[in-house]
């Protein structure tokens, strides 16, 4: 068990739909990343943010968004769901550095998203 | 830009023998972090190794050992005397600190099976 919860485990969706999708990082950790794991991309960085604010960004589409709230958890918002997005989000999280260095990420089990 | 490759697709072995996974990393940056995550059926990531780029020196836990050398650009990961147990799709990758991301760029996997 890496301490990182993701909810909820699984979610089957429609096609034009938005989803919300849920990470605790692990106790202490300042970082939170998320990565969308799909056959065709392999494990893709999406997004990282620190203590509440947005350190970097990858090939997060614009449909996609997130935020960390105070208390650091960290939500994935996803909308106008097409069938391509469907895939195994990861919530990463890392005590965090500043940048200073790469800490060692710890992965939640994932959210597998269908997108019929 | 960053990159990582694991040749290897996909290898099956018989229990009790050595396996190499073979990870080969590019980047033009001095400082960098090279990780490898084991992904069981079951799905979740799994933290095996971390290592900067200043420590070369070799490293064994247990059954595992890994193996760097700045010279090719390599970061072979090595099993002896598999066990079913460690079959899994096993991940190289690698972090830079550039600009305050610590994201991960992650090679395509290796899926491992290792028969009774």
């Known amino acids: 068990d890496s301490g990182v919860t993701q909810t909820p485990k699984h979610l089957i969706t429609a096609t034009g739909q938005r989803v919300t999708l849920r990470c605790s990082p692990r106790s202490g950790d300042l970082s939170v990343y998320w990565y969308q794991q799909s056959l065709d991309q392999g494990l893709q960085f999406l997004i990282q943010y620190y203590n509440g604010e947005e350190r970097a960004k990858g090939n997060i589409l614009e449909r996609f968004s997130a935020q960390q709230f105070p208390d650091l958890h960290s939500e994935l918002n996803l909308s106008s769901l097409e069938l391509g997005d469907s895939a195994l989000y990861f919530c990463?999280?890392?005590?965090?550095?500043?940048?200073?260095?790469?800490?060692?990420?710890?992965f939640g089990p994932g959210t597998r998203l269908t997108v019929l | 830009a960053q990159k990582v490759t694991q040749a290897q697709t996909e290898i099956s072995v018989v229990e009790k023998e050595d396996v190499t996974l073979d990870c080969v990393y590019e980047?033009?940056?001095?400082?960098?972090?090279l990780f490898w995550y084991k992904q069981p059926p079951s799905g979740e990531l799994v933290f095996l190794i971390r290592r900067n780029s200043f420590d070369e020196q070799n490293e064994i836990s247990g059954r595992y050992s890994w193996n760097f050398q700045k010279s090719t650009s390599s970061f072979n990961f090595t099993i002896t005397a598999s066990q079913v147990v460690d079959s899994a799709v096993y991940f190289c990758a690698l972090g830079e600190s550039q600009g305050g991301s610590e994201k991960l760029v992650f090679g395509k996997g290796m899926k491992l099976t290792v028969n009774p």
């Open positions: 980047t033009r940056d001095t400082t960098y972090y």
């Open positions: 990463a999280s890392s005590v965090g550095s500043g940048g200073a260095s790469t800490d060692t990420q710890y």
